[in-house]
């Protein structure tokens, strides 16, 4: 989906405007300082144009670090979006911090709305005019708070929004998109470069890809492969603060542009809430997964028998993701990493006919029933894969089927299909 991105200091009514525009009052929680939200893109839709709305204030930072967030915002949001949405509190004016904001949107090609913010009534427009002089373009004022003004705003951002990202198109043949996720420090940007090496492929001439100023296509294993947002992994935002949420932020979007993930892992360190968050961050977006353990030169046999169990307490949920054990630094191991990118990919695009899928289902149901309840048992009817990428089944039941039933269909879907580095979707149509 397209990728439309806010920004803007801390108070201008961002969060306002991003519930304005789901429509739903929830959506986003209060600001409240210091706060670090993991949500930070969601599914909006507009005249039946879907798309996704990333926030970019979701760090508020204290006084010091305004201006260091908001720049990282824009930048995050330049490279990464597909349009802008510039946010200004209209009562408040251009401050020195959206100077210099301003000057980075001025740079870039993708289209950037001023939205005067609080304009709440007409008498209060003059002042919004006054934001001419940012030299972005018309200001549009509109009141996030009561909805003045944000239907044109959208129908003009939409308007203009290409009908698949940009950043995510690909072309059918074009190399296979891959991103590079993981906390600051892990080596995610000196994975890039060892692999990379001296084979860096310049991107011009491949006819027919998209081209994308912050992508990198890479020749590995005999193929080019699309390393996308590579800009965020080597241009480091210098924050004390907040290094997580922009870590966040830049997984959320640089998944929204791939088809398969690497997290990596710093194996010296312990697995930590962030490192996992980021693991469900993949789940959740639905690319297929590999997981590398990094920094392996390190690794002693203490540490090692600590990061097993670490793995078995934090990331079992995803013991089907193919895992390579690497040195970004001496290169070790790193030639694995393309077999793992490779099956993760094929299960990923896997499809499973019907006939052969209902088979499964017989079979499954034969060797173990699902359990009664209420003296009732939901009964599967007819199932069948919707789509691939991730592979996505439906199955037609008679009830809402346990979750614990639920896994057990999953599980066997593995070790029947492999299904090795994809999540595995499966929806439930009840008929009563
Ligand atoms: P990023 O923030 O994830 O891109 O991490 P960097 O690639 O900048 O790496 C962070 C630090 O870890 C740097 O000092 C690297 O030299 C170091 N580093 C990265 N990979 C390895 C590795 O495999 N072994 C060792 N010993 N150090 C590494």
């Not at 949405?85 to 000057?103: I, K, L, P, Q, W």
């Not at 951002?157 to 074009?174: D, I």
């Not at 030169?297 to 390579?324: F, G, K, S, T």
Request: hydrophobic share 40%.
């Amino acid at each position: 989906l397209p990728v439309v991105a806010i920004v803007g200091r801390p108070n201008v009514g961002k969060s306002a405007l991003v519930n304005r525009i789901l429509g739903r009052r929830e959506a986003v929680v209060e600001d409240t300082p210091g706060v670090t939200r993991d949500r930070v893109s969601y599914q909006a839709e507009w005249m039946n144009r879907r798309f996704t709305i990333v926030d970019t204030g979701g760090w508020e930072p204290d006084a010091r670090g305004i201006d260091a967030s908001v720049a990282a915002q824009a930048e995050v949001a330049i490279d990464l979006a597909d349009a802008v949405m510039f946010v200004v509190d209209s009562n408040v004016g251009a401050t020195a911090t959206d100077e210099h904001v301003v000057r980075l949107l001025r740079k870039t090609k993708k289209p950037v709305y001023l939205v005067a913010n609080k304009v709440d009534d007409a008498r209060l427009e003059p002042q919004s005019a006054a934001l001419w002089s940012l030299g972005l373009g018309e200001p549009h004022p509109v009141s996030a708070l009561h909805g003045r003004g944000v239907a044109d705003l959208l129908d003009l951002v939409v308007g203009k929004l290409p009908e698949v990202s940009a950043v995510a198109k690909r072309e059918v043949g074009g190399p296979r998109r891959v991103a590079i996720v993981g906390r600051p420090n892990v080596g995610k940007s000196s994975l890039l470069n060892k692999a990379a090496g001296e084979e860096r492929v310049v991107v011009n001439d491949l006819a027919g890809t998209t081209r994308d100023p912050v992508d990198e296509q890479i020749e590995l294993g005999g193929k080019v492969w699309r390393f996308v947002d590579t800009a965020g992994i080597r241009r480091r935002v210098h924050l004390s603060q907040g290094a997580d949420f922009y870590a966040s932020l830049r997984t959320s979007t640089a998944l929204e542009k791939a088809e398969v993930a690497v997290v990596v892992l710093d194996v010296t360190q312990p697995i930590s809430e962030q490192d996992v968050r980021i693991v469900d961050l993949v789940l959740e977006s639905g690319r297929a997964l590999v997981i590398a353990y990094n920094k392996w030169d390190l690794l002693d046999d203490d540490r090692r028998r600590y990061l097993e169990r670490e793995i078995e307490q934090n990331l079992a949920h995803v013991d089907w993701a193919p895992r390579v054990n690497i040195s970004a630094k001496t290169g070790r191991h790193l030639e694995k990493l393309v077999p793992a990118l490779e099956l993760a990919l094929e299960s990923w695009d896997t499809r499973i006919g019907t006939g052969k899928f209902n088979a499964f289902l017989a079979e499954l149901v034969a060797a173990h029933p699902h359990p009664l309840r209420g003296g009732k048992q939901p009964r599967i009817l007819f199932g069948t894969q919707a789509s691939s990428r991730p592979p996505t089944f439906v199955l037609f039941t008679t009830g809402f089927l346990d979750p614990g039933y639920r896994r057990y269909i999953q599980r066997r879907l593995r070790e029947i299909y492999g299904f090795e580095g994809s999540p595995i979707v499966l929806n439930m149509r009840v008929r009563e």
